[in-house]
């Protein structure tokens, strides 16, 4: 991680770059070599949903010929973006899944060539939790996604985010148990906007930490390590994490139904 300010991309100008990398990708391509984009993680939530303002970086899938890195490099020199700020490098990460394309949404067309195209929700969902790093936005993206869908009338249910982690994933067991517990509770408790704020909270509480952690021992930190120093930074905090919270709250209502079933035993 780094303290330094990153380039911050919003719905509006994620749609202006597209469509300038359509322009772009057409002129060096032609007309008869069509392409595709898969948006997924923070820019595929912006593309969707109103409750998260920007990302720092746009990952897609990207099917195209090779001028499309050309269009890509000459559309970030132009609007003067950082380096890779379009890039398929989520694709060496645990989250990706080869089925993704197969599971993805239609978004829009720019330049009659280039199509661009989202991740369905119930499987934003299930690459979130394949994530689960508490120092992102991974868990607030997953309430935020939850809470939205709700509101529109459309709520995702357990079975549709059982079914996504399967398709994507072949089962929970290639998820982390942490991920697991944590959709587990909060679907039980469903307060999901109330949720979001605290959990937004704590992901940047972490973050700062895990910021401060890197200034005090640099080069400590790796891919491989990360999600368990965060873990430990947030277990050191004074306020519990909210799946603490949501365990605790689930045990305080546990417990009474448990005594009522022993006294009717008796």
């Keep these: 991680m780094s303290s330094e300010k990153q380039f911050e991309f919003t719905k ?3 749609d202006l770059y597209l469509k300038e ?5 057409r002129k060096q391509a ?12 923070g820019a595929s939530v912006l593309i ?10 746009i990952d897609a899938l990207i099917q195209a010929a090779s001028a499309m890195k050309e269009a890509i490099n000459h559309v970030g020199d132009r609007y003067g973006l950082p380096n890779g700020w379009l890039n398929a490098d989520f694709t060496n990460t645990d989250s990706y899944s080869v089925k ?5 949404v239609y978004y829009k067309t720019y330049a009659n060539i280039v199509t661009i195209r989202t991740v369905a929700a119930e499987y934003l969902i299930a690459m979130k939790l394949r994530s689960g790093r508490q120092y992102k936005s991974d868990l607030s993206d997953i309430l935020g996604v939850l809470a939205e869908h709700e509101k529109r009338g459309t709520p995702i249910s357990m079975d549709q985010i059982h079914k996504a982690v399967a398709d994507l ?22 307060r999901f906007e109330e ?9 940047k509480e972490v973050g700062a930490l895990l910021v401060q952690f890197e200034q005090n021992y640099p080069n400590v930190v790796t891919g491989k390590n990360v999600n368990e120093i965060a873990g430990n930074l947030q277990k050191k905090t004074d306020r519990a994490s909210i799946l603490a919270k949501l365990r605790e709250k689930k045990a305080e209502t546990d417990q009474p139904k448990a005594q009522k079933r022993d006294g009717r035993e008796r």
């Design 48 to 57: 969707n949903y109103g409750f998260r303002n920007m990302t720092t970086d």
């Design 21 to 25: 990398v359509a322009k772009e990708y």
């Design 100 to 104: 993704l394309s197969q599971f993805s």
């Design 169 to 190: 994933y072949g089962g929970w067991e290639s998820l982390p148990e942490t991920s697991q517990a944590f959709i587990e509770n909060v679907m039980e408790d469903g």
């Design 30 to 41: 032609g007309k008869k070599m069509p392409a595709e984009l898969v948006l997924i993680g």
């Design 195 to 203: 949720l979001y704020e605290q959990t937004v909270s704590g992901e």
């Design 12 to 14: 509006e100008n994620i």
